[in-house]
């Protein structure tokens, strides 16, 4: 097992090996029944003392997620604590670099009836109509673009659609300077693969996007959450941080912001450039709801204040027209641009070309006025949405509501049991998006992240009557 | 700048910077005029002494790939020695974990009429009518596979589809053993990135996929490369090797090898599992042309004769289908497969249902009938190709025919400059790929690749006899 240690004494061994541990545990990539590395072979591994290693599996007793039985090791918990004494099959004892996988573990769950714990929009409100027409006419009139590869850094004509879309809002470049990517968990996925190694130190928001988390743990970074208010990030804390530990990128989701919802104020845009100038460093920003305000406009990209190329900026359509078509685009400058398109070589050999062909009409001709029906179905939702909270929901139940995205993000009582609460919820067919999973490590939230647009409305309300049922039922009873 | 450094002795540490970096020369990832670090700031990023990296730049300089000048820096050498003079723009000293691009470098170049670099099949030879109209009828008749995220192991149904089609070629696994990728290549990158790091061991031919070695490269792996015969990798070698450096993967392409063209027999494939099993190390069997034989069929799988979970066999139906639909599957077993599917979450939340289902009916039910045809058509193609071979190319070049698969694999005679034959052929808007990307580090090849399936039939010959009309001028001249 490969676990990146930080030896700069800021946080002790056994924590850090504990944590890392328990990472793969919860996300289930050390399986219920598995026995760990012995001791010793685990200390070797690791090049640390035997002592550290006992230190941290005495931490993960405690916390029960792992039982130890004297004589023949310790093992993930069970319910069923008779498994797993059998002798290993040989794959569990090979090593891999997987630190953390709780986007697998939180998001692919399809026997829920009501799946709120993803950030979708449902079919109805998608236009599945247009693209899908010009789909088939594309492969009936032009099959060859079957046959080819698309070129590594995305369709020229596309690109161009994009350069047009982007220009519209603030951000101006020329197409040679945008990538297509497969929705932009790859883009998030390819920075970090090329730009981020064991140690570096990357600041995100606390709370932040689980698959960016899962991303850049993957890559050995330090991670580091930065609190937010209701301007967003706090860039004067953030400043103090990098005084300290000099950022190799920061990571932000500046618009209606994953999970929270928050919103980065303009003059917080401008000095969290400022900072990355100083720096010389990089700031990935995502953006995939800019489009879905509810009220106002929200401040223009930071990629548009940009004139040095600190940005990298992604804009995903996928959620907002198609997530089958996975399309997302990436603005990037110089060789920064270029050692992206790079890696998505050896990534993937290029996005398809025909479902670039297939969103590109739509995005070019239809999107704004598609955008902007989008928007008022969106916040009809949340509306109601939040009606249902305040008649169903308990009193000590507390949230902001959205000013656009899709999501809710209400805080517990401090004394709620999120896992068991997941645990009786699912049971009754309904999921959501633990807050846990949006830091790293230990960080232990007591809030919940609720999708209100990926289910049909009557099931959304049904859902949700359900949920807040249950919830007022839970908190009484706790 | 980081580069993977073993301190193991086997080489040099200012070889291994002087070919660390001549990789990212030669693949472009570092630019013509760009200035590289000063030794003092080189030295202490690597933490190596300073003469460490004075040899390594005067390594460079003596192969003309930098020119260094008093008092300003060291650049790579350009045509043009003006540029790059001036002070450096900032992303140019932002570090990258990229140390080789040679796919990216290679591959996608749209700009030549013959390309036969590209390993690929025209489109008048592959089932694009049938494919796209299954897709236009199911974007049509059900928009919603368009609104739905695959799930990230891949469709159910055409993972069932997969296992029949695996099961007629000797491999039998239950679905939930399948995984279906975008293409093989996303498929090795999701097994480096879970199960390669840097300084593990990964053998493979000698020579072997570029995409593989970008892969591993990536990863900071150890590659070694095991010289082949006509039997394929020579396991007598690979056993040896193993004593000194257990493997942590090998990874081969077993069948009508890439680029050679060779095919390991029963006999070796038996002795490569049984050396797997002995290491308990992973075997990735890399499996897109076995379907392509022009006489008899090849030796069975790898995977059909692995009990144990040794073997993750890729199957990729991208090349005989549809390049645009990237499709490919991968076969693994227990917690080697949970761990993939866990990587394919965070590199781009699964592939596309809608391709996956406009695949499924054709696999399910016309493939092998379609395969058959397939190979007539490039039996065909690959005799008129060695017909024109013997008739326009100079008697010292040399070349085994190849038993199926898409590429010539030509071996050129010892003298010759084979980056200035690629830049004479290109100035006749004709392609190749040179040897040398087969190989990672200074590896200097003979040997060229060239497609005869990509063109049209009369775009093939004219080509082809332009391409071997200007190879015998080249070499009288020489």
């Not at 709780?102 to 692919?108: T, Y």
């Amino acid at each position: 097992m490969y676990i990146e240690l930080n030896r700069d004494g800021r946080k002790s061994l056994p924590t850090q090996i504990s944590e890392a541990l328990g990472s793969r545990i919860s996300s289930g990539l050390l399986e219920r029944g598995a026995r760990l590395p012995s001791v010793r072979k685990l200390a070797v591994a690791l090049k640390v003392s035997q002592v550290t290693v006992s230190k941290a599996y005495a931490e993960l007793e405690r916390q029960a997620l792992i039982h130890c039985e004297h004589g023949l090791g310790c093992f993930v918990s069970d319910a069923d604590q008779k498994k797993g004494h059998e002798e290993a099959y040989w794959p569990q004892q090979y090593d891999d670099y997987l630190p953390r996988a709780q986007l697998w573990r939180n998001f692919d769950y399809s026997e829920v009836k009501y799946p709120f714990h993803l950030a979708a929009i449902h079919a109805e409100m998608l236009p599945l109509k247009p693209i899908g027409a010009q789909m088939a006419s594309l492969v009936l009139e032009q099959p060859e673009l079957m046959a080819t590869y698309g070129n590594f850094q995305g369709d020229h004509e596309l690109r161009e659609t994009m350069k047009a879309h982007l220009q519209e809002r603030g951000i101006i470049l020329p197409s040679a300077n945008l990538m297509i990517t497969s929705g932009s968990q790859q883009g998030i996925d390819l920075v970090a693969r090329t730009f981020v190694g064991p140690g570096d130190t990357v600041y995100m928001e606390a709370p932040s996007y689980t698959g960016a988390i899962d991303v850049f743990a993957g890559r050995g970074a330090e991670m580091i959450f930065v609190p937010m208010d209701s301007e967003g990030m706090r860039v004067d804390i953030l400043t103090k941080l990098c005084d300290q530990r000099p950022p190799k990128l920061i990571y932000t989701c500046p618009t209606f912001q994953n999970p929270s919802g928050v919103t980065m104020s303009t003059a917080r845009r401008q000095r969290l450039l400022e900072l990355a100038r100083s720096y010389r460093c990089l700031i990935v920003e995502d953006d995939p709801f800019s489009d879905l305000y509810f009220h106002m406009p929200p401040p223009p990209p930071i990629k548009s204040m940009d004139v040095e190329g600190h940005v990298v900026y992604m804009k995903s359509f996928s959620k907002v027209l198609a997530p089958g078509c996975r399309i997302a685009c990436v603005a990037a400058e110089g060789n920064i641009l270029s050692r992206l398109i790079a890696a998505k070589s050896a990534s993937d050999l290029g996005s398809p070309l025909l479902t670039q062909r297939a969103v590109l009409p739509f995005i070019a001709k239809k999107y704004n006025a598609y955008a902007e029906n989008l928007r008022v179905a969106l916040h009809n939702r949340m509306e109601k949405a939040s009606k249902l909270l305040k008649q169903y929901a308990p009193s000590n139940v507390s949230w902001v509501l959205p000013a656009g995205g899709l999501s809710l993000w209400l805080e517990l009582p401090a004394t709620t049991d999120i896992t068991e609460l997941h645990a009786l919820a699912k049971r009754k067919s309904i999921s959501f998006l633990p807050g846990d999973v949006c830091y790293s490590g230990e960080t232990k939230s007591r809030h919940i992240r609720l999708c209100y647009a990926q289910l049909s409305e009557a099931d959304m309300e049904q859902g949700l009557i359900l949920f807040f049922t249950l919830l007022s039922d839970y908190l009484k009873k706790g």
